[in-house]
């Protein structure tokens, strides 16, 4: 039997939720999950059960209205323990990276984050997680069960299942999570809700070609010509202070993996191609053709980007309008 | 207020990776302070300036650790604390183990989110259940107040604001401070600064690296074509062949 944490915010899942489930199904069939939340979570039951969690355990309470990282390491802990579980699937988001170890460590268990591989050979689980900023990939052996593991983000795809309901249990709390010794008291949305690029299946990037903030309104708009593409930006615009470190990709930035990358005006630096590598399709759009983006870009387009990018998005919207 | 800083010793980000075995080829190998790790001796200094009190610098590892826990005396801790083994071991939870035995006594604990050789955002939360104390993990900012602190850490599409009680395990993320560079005289003060070595307590390895590989090429990039004639093109290989329009 394998264990997803099912991630959620207030009342509603995240989509990590359902890559830990995705992930914990490469390990085993048995998939057992857990969500946490304030009075209303249990309705979320049923879509992790179509997803392929067999059984999910629902945890109620007021205290789990914001992340409550004791309470809920506590609970997991607990649960993981007592139902003998092979492995516990989290995913490495800023709550799987919180969380998981926190686990791991209560359990004294083997321990692999951003995770791209899970695999099973007899006793042992094998796992793949990238070093040094993706520039090498370690196959990590976790000994002992259980084995706590932390799946890249939009690595294990979601993918529905036809299975029967899952059975659904209602569990209590480990201890008071009103209790808690750290809080979170207040969850700021940034900038209207908008999508993260860690989470977003399209991703537009903009570097310094754009020459200054004021011009960030071109990537934007290209983000919106394909409906729900997230705005990155590279290492040296948010240094300049362009935008938030929030939108950074790369090595001291977000590791994204996006099924689309769009890179403008990015040169490619080592530590920008740490953290998006791993696109499906990479384009490129600069005005130097000897930048290293090229090496890396599927498709690229050597220009002025002032030029290029409004026909892209002109362009993505006539396509999605008759596509 | 005591706060212990740990700091690792790590390859230079844009150092070429070769691998050598299960380990990278250290041959002409530039290491250097974790930069995460230097935003918490960054919050470290801030924080003495404000209310006084003492710093540790912390690092396991081999001796050529004690490199950079020079780093971060010049930087101006006050004294380190070197736990010495025989290269670096991968497990968290082992290291985890052997700091948490030095880490005990502190009023805060600061140290990165993350290394940048093993990627594993693991440590601050796994030393704060070693030590039963409260954790919060990758802040962008910080205050201590007296016994009570607050945080704020980034999750996806926000930020989330938090409080917790001292003494605490907090880890740093980028965003959160400048770190200042060590001046001259505080290379050469940090000569003179008391350092400890002792050997590290281990704990159990659970975690074995099997093998170390480069990672599979991306196919050679292709330009496709120059400026706004090329986009056409460009429209058609999305829909065609990368199928993501």
């Known amino acids: ?323 | 207020m005591k706060i212990a800083v740990c700091i690792k010793r790590v390859p230079d980000t844009e150092t070429r990776i070769k691998v050598a075995g299960t380990k990278i080829d250290e041959t002409g190998v530039k290491f250097i302070a974790n930069p995460y790790d230097e935003f918490a001796v960054e919050a470290a200094l801030q924080l003495k300036q404000k209310s006084g009190g003492e710093i540790v610098a912390i690092s396991l590892g081999p001796d050529s650790a004690q490199e950079t826990i020079r780093t971060a005396l010049a930087m101006g801790a006050d004294r380190g604390v070197h736990l010495k083994t025989d290269g670096q071991p991968y497990d968290t939870l082992s290291v985890a183990q052997a700091l948490a035995v030095e880490l005990k006594g502190y009023d805060l604990i600061l140290l990165g989110k993350m290394a940048i050789d093993d990627y594993n955002h693991a440590m601050a939360p796994a030393l704060a259940e070693i030590l039963g104390l409260p954790c919060v993990s990758a802040v962008t900012a910080l205050t201590i107040d007296g016994a009570k602190g607050t945080a704020e850490r980034e999750v996806e599409g926000g930020t989330e604001v938090l409080s917790f009680p001292l003494p605490a395990v907090i880890s740093t993320d980028k965003g959160l401070n400048k770190p200042r560079l060590p001046t001259l005289p505080g290379i050469m003060a940090a000569k003179k600064k008391p350092m400890e070595s002792k050997p590290a307590a281990l704990g159990a390895a659970r975690v074995t690296v099997r093998s170390l590989a480069l990672p599979p090429e991306r196919p050679a990039g292709r330009i496709i074509g120059e400026g706004a004639a090329a986009v056409p093109e460009l429209i058609r290989l999305l829909q065609t062949e990368a199928k993501v329009l």
């Not at chain 1, 394998?2 to 939720?17: M, N, P, Q, V």
């Not at chain 1, 796992?127 to 520039?135: E, F, L, N, Q």
């Not at chain 1, 036809?162 to 900038?191: F, H, M, Q, Y």
């Not at chain 1, 040169?267 to 191609?273: K, N």
């Open chain 1, 1 to 323: 039997m394998i264990f997803a944490f099912a991630e959620s915010r207030g009342t509603s899942l995240r989509k990590a939720a359902f890559e830990a489930i995705s992930a914990a199904r490469e390990l085993g069939d048995d998939v057992h999950a857990l969500v946490v939340g304030p009075s209303g979570i249990a309705a979320s039951a049923q879509e992790l059960g179509a997803y392929g969690a067999k059984k999910v355990f629902v945890c109620e309470h007021a205290g789990f209205a914001q992340y409550n990282p004791e309470a809920t390491a506590a609970l997991l802990a607990e649960r993981v323990k007592v139902g003998g579980y092979r492995a516990v699937v989290f995913v490495s988001t800023a709550q799987g990276r919180d969380l998981a170890p926190r686990v791991a460590a209560k359990l004294g268990a083997a321990f692999a984050p951003d995770v791209t591989s899970v695999a099973t050979s007899g006793d042992e689980i094998v796992v793949t997680h990238p070093v040094y900023s993706g520039k090498a990939i370690a196959a990590l052996v976790l000994n002992g069960a259980p084995a706590v593991i932390a799946a890249r983000p939009s690595t294990f795809q979601p993918a529905r299942t036809d299975g029967a309901s899952p059975s659904v249990e209602t569990i209590a709390p480990v201890g008071d999570p009103s209790a808690s010794r750290v809080v979170v008291t207040e969850l700021k949305i940034g900038g209207g809700g908008k999508l993260d690029v860690s989470e977003a299946a399209i991703v537009v990037s903009g570097g310094r070609g754009l020459k200054g903030p004021e011009h960030f309104n071109l990537v934007e708009d290209l983000a919106a010509s394909f409906g729900n593409a997230a705005v990155g930006a590279s290492r040296a615009v948010v240094d300049a202070g362009w935008r938030p470190h929030s939108d950074q990709v790369g090595q001291t930035g977000k590791v994204v993996s996006p099924d689309l990358y769009v890179a403008v005006g990015i040169s490619g630096a080592i530590q920008h191609l740490a953290g998006m590598r791993t696109a499906k399709t990479i384009v490129a759009i600069n005005r130097d053709k000897d930048a290293p983006i090229f090496k890396v870009a599927d498709y690229g387009i050597v220009g002025d980007a002032f030029e290029i990018v409004p026909a892209l998005a002109a362009a993505v919207r006539e396509a999605r309008r008759s596509g």
